[in-house]
C-alpha cells in the first residue's frame, strides 16, 4: 500500500506558527513518527507539502500514475476555500482521510466552512500530530478490508 501525505499552505510552520494552537511539533517531527509507524505496517509514504494550490492539484492528479492507494490531506487554509482541489480529489476517486492538528470546530466562524469532509473516507481533528498517525492507521485498516 501507498501513501501519499499532502499539506497544505503554513503547515510546513508547524512547531514555530501559533504554538498555541497547532503546538510545538515541528512537520519534519510528524513524518519521521509517520514513517517509523508505516514501516511497521508495510506501508509506503510519500510526502508533499506545499503553499501552492495549484502544486497540490498537480500533485492529486498525478497520484493514481504513480502507484498511490489513498492519500492523508491536511488541507490547511485550503479547507475554507479550495473548490480547485476539491474537484481534483473528486476526479481522481482515491480515499483520502482528512486532517487538522487543531480542533477546527472550536475556531473562528469562517473556518466552519469545509470543502472536504463531506467527500473524505473520514475526517480527524483536534489531536495535535496524533493526527496523521490515526489516519494512517485507519487508511490500512480500511484497505485491508476492501482488499
Known amino acids: 500500500m501507498k501513501v501519499l501525505v499532502m499539506n497544505g499552505p503554513n503547515l510546513n ?13 515541528s512537520l519534519e517531527r510528524i513524518e519521521e513518527a509517520l514513517a517509523k509507524k508505516a514501516a511497521g505496517l508495510g506501508i509506503e509514504l510519500e510526502f508533499f507539502q506545499s503553499n501552492h494550490e495549484g502544486a497540490l492539484v498537480d500533485k492529486v492528479q498525478a497520484a493514481p500514475g504513480q502507484g498511490v492507494d489513498a492519500l492523508i490531506l491536511n488541507p490547511g487554509g485550503y479547507t475554507h476555500t479550495s473548490v480547485a482541489l476539491r474537484d ?11 486532517v487538522h492538528v487543531s480542533r477546527v470546530a472550536s475556531r473562528e466562524q469562517f473556518r466552519q466552512v469545509n470543502y472536504f469532509s463531506d467527500i473524505a ?16 492507521e485507519a487508511l490500512w485498516r480500511l484497505h485491508g478490508q476492501e482488499a
Open 13 to 25: 510552520m508547524l512547531g514555530a506558527r501559533e504554538p498555541g494552537v497547532y503546538g510545538t511539533t
Open 88 to 98: 481534483a480529489l473528486l476526479a481522481v476517486n482515491l480515499p483520502f482521510i482528512e
Open 121 to 136: 473516507r473520514g475526517t480527524i481533528t483536534g489531536l495535535g500530530p496524533l493526527v496523521y498517525e490515526l489516519a494512517l
